[in-house]
């Protein structure tokens, strides 16, 4: 699902009841749906058909500043393995993402081995189903 190309202001991401503060300046906001994919399929004689393979299963990848306040928070919920509801509004056209049950996949990452990005963490989680409304439309 394309949203097109938009900033990391337009976003509000809430784990628990958490507002996500202090993204890294160049933060890049990353909703994935695990398997979702259209193939296509081939038979005899050159028939082929479309087939629609869609997953409710999804990651939220956000990234911090490492002197972000909500680090601790979101530390704490890692460490505990808590399950977390994860909401990821737009500010712009109000689309919405929901997760009802999502976990942290692993302890935040923290730059590359040469030290950039050594300032940030990465935050990863994983849910079953991801609920979208986007423009007003479920599409779930």
Known sequence: ???GVMSSKDWLITVGVVPVIGLAKDSNITLEMTDDQ???SSGIGGDWSFIDNPTEEGSLIFVTQRNSPVN????????TKSVVPVT???TRNLSVHRMGYAMF????????NNGA???TLEWK???GEVDSVIN???IT
């Open 88 to 90: 990821l509004t737009n």
């Open 1 to 3: 699902m394309y949203l």
């Open 125 to 127: 989680l994983v849910t």
């Open 72 to 79: 601790t928070a979101l530390f704490l919920m890692q460490k």
């Open 38 to 40: 259209i193939t296509v």
């Open 136 to 138: 007003g439309v479920n």
């Open 105 to 112: 996949a692993r302890q935040p990452t923290d730059g590359a």
């Open 117 to 119: 990005g050594a300032q």
